[in-house]
């Protein structure tokens, strides 16, 4: 069974970093497409990050030059360092495993399963 | 970055069949895939591809696409789908970059 638990979330003041982690369970982190995705308080859904299979990553332009995804293959985790936090950065985080299909004329991608989520909150 | 722009809230009253809308320039070339979201819920993938449901998905739930809007429909809506409902899709602004749509608020009356 597919399982992702995100962790890390917690209280930091404006300017100060946070590093998330989202364990998964049920299939390999580093053979898959993985992103964040992060939900402010009564608001939409916001992409955040991606890494590919092959180590490529890509930012959103809100977060990009101060938040880096990474993994490490032996625990399986994804992980989400956040720097130089803004107070519009609060919201809940949560990782996602994406697919991606090839077809004839081209390609498409989604993301099957999701974990619970983990709140961020940047407050003085 | 680019822009999915969906209506904030429909309503439809139950055992009928309720459209929501996704608009924008990369749906003209790429597929969108939906979500829906309970309060206090992680999102749920709904309808991905073409119109494609992962397993679990009632087949009430179909999509289509159409020029730059890409459309989720609900036929014959029950109770247990009132949630928000998200598309997604590539942004044009860059190959590997994604973005959600607005988001829509269904109500079932």
């Known amino acids: 069974e597919v399982q992702l638990v995100e962790s890390g979330g917690g209280l930091v003041q404006p300017g100060g970093s946070l590093r998330l982690s989202c364990a998964a369970s049920g299939f390999t982190v580093s053979s898959n497409y993985m992103s964040w995705v992060r939900q402010a308080p009564g608001k939409g859904l916001e992409w955040v990050s991606v890494?590919?299979?092959?180590?490529?990553?890509y930012y959103a332009d809100s977060v990009k030059g101060r938040f880096t995804i990474s993994r490490d293959n032996s625990k399986n985790t994804l992980y989400l360092q956040m720097n130089s936090l803004r107070a519009e950065d609060t919201a809940v985080y949560y990782c996602a495993r994406g697919r991606i299909v090839d077809y004839g004329s081209g390609s498409y991608a989604y993301f099957d399963y999701w974990g619970q989520g983990t709140l961020a909150t940047v407050s003085s | 970055s680019s822009e999915l722009t969906q209506d904030p809230a429909v309503s439809v009253a139950l055992g009928q069949t309720v459209r929501i809308t996704c608009q924008g320039d990369s749906l003209r070339s790429y597929y969108a895939s939906w979500y829906q979201q309970k309060p206090g819920q992680a999102p749920v993938l709904v309808i991905y591809g073409k119109n494609n449901r992962p397993s679990g998905i009632p087949d009430r739930f179909s999509g289509s696409s159409s020029g730059n809007t890409a459309s989720l429909t609900i036929t014959g809506a029950q109770a247990e789908d009132e949630a928000d409902y998200y598309c997604?899709?590539?942004?044009?602004?860059?190959?590997?970059?994604?973005?959600f749509g607005t988001g829509t608020k269904v109500t079932v009356l």
């Open positions: 997604n899709s590539r942004d044009s602004s860059g190959d590997h970059l994604r973005v």
């Open positions: 890494i590919y299979s092959g180590g490529s990553t």
